[in-house]
């Protein structure tokens, strides 16, 4: 780089002008690239002395990575108390070098915890976003009861071909579109607030984003759907919602079944062929990619979201529990989504993508916490079906599965969750030593082993060859 710099006749931009040329710079000369990037090279020299002179005197980052010389003691130092001040001194095993986030090492403890409730608050408002969003897609796939109430909706009720396409299309299309746009700002926010690596944002996404189904989709679209319908009997009879919800679960089996196939059909499909890759990579080659180091950038694979994928298939599962005994239709089109997904994840991950970071399996726990609770939600809504439609005897018979659901979570939970976290002491405290040997005494070469080989009948005198 001092090469390029020293080498170019022209004189050097000013310290603003790569700022300026960033903009056209794809229709630049070859001379003015050069000069481009020899200003961009003094720009990033000045801010590295002002950074080493800055970091002299500033004080110690909140966070360190410590090297240890045997794995026993990197063990015990990561399951050790090392304070009495609570969070003062904070232990855990240190991720790999690609999964830490190293500009969020240095954040202050006191900005962290104000970014967190910040973020927390921003996710508190697209919760109340997403509602009133699904609430229209609910209120969309009951098109054809709803015109007889609000008057303005007969334009779309005449058309057969309009009021199936917004009934059984459009409302599945929006909720996917939306929830496909939630993973992105969900991702943005855990890493602006400030943790410390790759994995913890995906945890993070992961726990929302189930939420999101669960409450958003799930029992947004049931709740909204059921209200809207009967407006008038709620409003005589405010009881009777009780009953009215326990009616509207197999009545929104129609939308499940849309969104489910729809999502089998169509999202498998989109990432099968790559779309996006196939549409932006093009336009980077062409347009942005102008070294040998950018277009190896733009060519690299990309790697799987993980968290944003397991809600996904968790609320697909939760879906096909639920109503596999309040309207089976549904379950055809969860079979569909999980075969296709087995056919398009098993070719992914063998051809198509890298992996970002190794994370060591800790998404697991999160994600069989989100499983038991599926299956929980399922013992409770087939109880509540049971009491309101076939009485509370068979509502009691339904009782011990969600006990014994929560027992054997808390039974993994306790025995099997720590030796994920962290390396037992037992396993680097039984770990041996190889034993010391030396190459030249251990291996002899083939064409030596004939020649050292003794005849039968002679014996060596070792005092006489000695």
């Known amino acids: 780089m001092c090469g390029l710099t020293d080498n170019i006749k022209q004189p050097l931009l000013s310290s603003r002008q790569p700022a300026m040329l960033r903009s056209w710079r794809l229709f630049a000369s070859p001379q003015q690239e050069a000069e481009y990037w020899a200003a961009v090279i003094d720009m990033v020299d000045e801010r590295v002395i002002r950074a080493r002179e800055a970091g002299l005197a500033r004080a110690a980052l909140p966070a360190a ?31 790999e070098p690609r999964d830490v986030i190293w500009h969020n ?33 609910a209120t969309a796939a ?36 939306i929830m496909a746009l939630l993973p992105i700002v969900l991702s943005w926010l855990a890493t602006w607030e400030g943790l410390a690596c790759r994995t913890f944002v995906q945890q993070k996404l992961l726990s929302e984003m189930y939420l999101f189904f669960i409450i958003e989709v ?46 089998a059909l169509v999202g498998y499909m989109v990432d099968l062929v790559l779309l996006w890759s196939l549409i932006w990579t ?28 397991l809600a996904s298939e968790l609320f697909v599962l939760t879906v096909g529990l639920l109503y596999s005994s309040a309207s089976p239709i549904v379950l055809p089109a969860v079979l569909a989504f999980f075969l296709l997904g087995e056919l398009v994840y ?17 998404l697991w726990p999160r994600a069989h916490t989100r499983l038991v609770a599926s299956a929980i939600i399922y013992h409770v809504v087939l109880m509540a079906i049971f009491a309101l439609k076939l009485g509370t005897a068979n509502a009691i018979l339904v009782l011990p599965l969600p006990v014994l659901a929560v027992y054997a979570h808390r039974y993994y939970t306790r025995f099997y969750l720590d030796p994920v976290r962290t390396n037992p002491l037992l396993d680097p405290c039984q770990e041996v ?13 083939p064409e030596l082993q004939a020649s050292l080989a003794v005849p039968d009948g002679v014996q060596i005198n070792a005092e006489a060859s000695a």
């Open 65 to 95: 990575f410590v090297t240890f010389e045997t794995s026993r003691s990197a063990s015990i130092a990561a399951q050790c108390n090392l304070s009495s001040i609570p969070a003062g001194w904070l232990s855990k095993p240190a991720p």
């Open 105 to 137: 090492l240095g954040i202050n403890p006191v900005h962290r915890r104000l970014k967190e409730f910040v973020s927390f608050s921003a996710v508190v408002g697209l919760f109340a976003l997403y509602s009133v969003l699904l609430t229209f897609a």
């Open 142 to 177: 009951e098109i054809n009861s709803l015109s007889d109430k609000l008057l303005f909706l007969d334009v779309f009720t005449p058309d057969p071909w309009l009021r199936g396409f917004i009934e059984g299309v459009f409302s599945s299309v929006f909720v996917l579109i």
């Open 218 to 263: 799930f029992f947004v679209t049931i709740v909204a759907g059921a209200l809207f319908n009967a407006i008038g009997p709620i409003i005589d009879d405010p009881p009777s919602i009780v009953t009215l919800l326990s009616r509207a679960v197999p009545q929104t089996g129609a939308f499940f079944f849309s969104y489910v196939l729809l999502h």
């Open 282 to 309: 093009p336009i980077v080659l062409w347009l942005f990619a102008r070294t040998p180091r950018e277009i190896k950038a733009a060519k690299q694979p990309s790697s799987c979201n993980y968290a944003a994928r």
């Open 346 to 362: 098993r070719y992914h991950l063998m051809y198509v993508w890298e992996p970002a970071v190794e994370s060591f399996g800790l």
């Open 433 to 445: 030593e190889p034993p010391a040997w030396s190459l030249s005494e251990d291996f002899v070469q």
